[in-house]
Structure formats: C-alpha cells, structure tokens
C-alpha cells in the first residue's frame, strides 16, 4: 500500500534516526550507499521531509541531512502522511473529503467503505503508535524481527 516514495523515505529516514545524536550530517550518498535508493529520488523526498520540518540540511563538504527531533518523537504516520497523504486505502474512507470510488453512485450505501475505514484506522494507529527510534530498532509490534 506504500509508494516507493514511503518506503525509500522510511529506510532513509531509520538510517538518520540511527545517526541521531552525532553531531555530522548524513549526506544524501551514505544514505544511498546503505539502503540502494536512486540518488535524484532519495534527494526530492529528503527535500520534501525537510519542507515538513522532519529533517533539517545543511550545504558543503560536511553537509547532508539530520533528523530535525529526537526520533522518538518522530512517528511513522509523520513520515508517510508526508509522503503519500492519507492512509485510506480508497477514496471513500478519507477521514478528510472522501469521495465516491470509481463506479461507485452512494458511498453512504457502499458495503466495502466501512472495512476501508477499519483498515484506515487500523493503519494510522499503528503508525502513530511506532516511532523512527522503533524503525532504526529494529523494533517489530509482535516482537519478531
């Protein structure tokens, strides 16, 4: 259900997380180094991250990327609602303006729309639930890993 967008952003942003606490920052070729991500896409969602206030950056030699919070204080759903938006898994189960799926003509009447709403909030409390200090973890809510 994640773009690649999420899931580059997440192991891009478990690998901060897990630098946390040094003073350098990351540059965008460690983090590509470490987790195989294309470089020009990991460089616009680092950007995008930052624009939300996630990341902070700084240019030159010693320049990169850092998590602008403890990542304790960083949760998942931070994460992907910054990346992919909302978590609803179709268009009628948006907490905010949902709207009718396609062949679809009365989402108030729409058998599936109260499971996607489940999914929904099953998802987002999950990932409200899990920071990034969790993700660079390794941490796994049925405690496997």
């Not at 965008?28 to 902070?56: C, D, M, N, W």
């Not at 990169?64 to 403890?70: K, M, W």
């Amino acid at each position: 259900m994640f773009s690649s967008k999420a899931r580059y952003g997440l192991k891009a942003m478990a690998v901060l997380a897990d630098r946390y606490g040094a003073e350098d920052y990351v540059s965008v070729e460690e983090i590509v180094a470490s987790e195989h991500t294309p470089a020009k896409f990991l460089e616009s969602i680092l950007t995008l991250l930052r624009k939300q206030g996630l990341l902070v950056s700084r240019r030159g030699p010693a320049g990169g990327f850092r998590l602008a919070r403890p990542p304790r204080d960083i949760s998942l759903a931070e994460v992907v609602r910054t990346l992919d938006g909302a978590f609803a898994p179709t268009t009628c189960a948006r907490s905010r303006n949902p709207i009718c799926c396609e062949g679809c003509e009365d989402m108030e009447q729409c058998y599936i729309r109260p499971f996607m709403r489940q999914v929904r909030d099953e998802m987002a409390a999950v990932l409200e639930g899990q920071s990034l200090a969790d993700l660079a973890d390794g941490y796994a809510p049925d405690g496997s890993n």
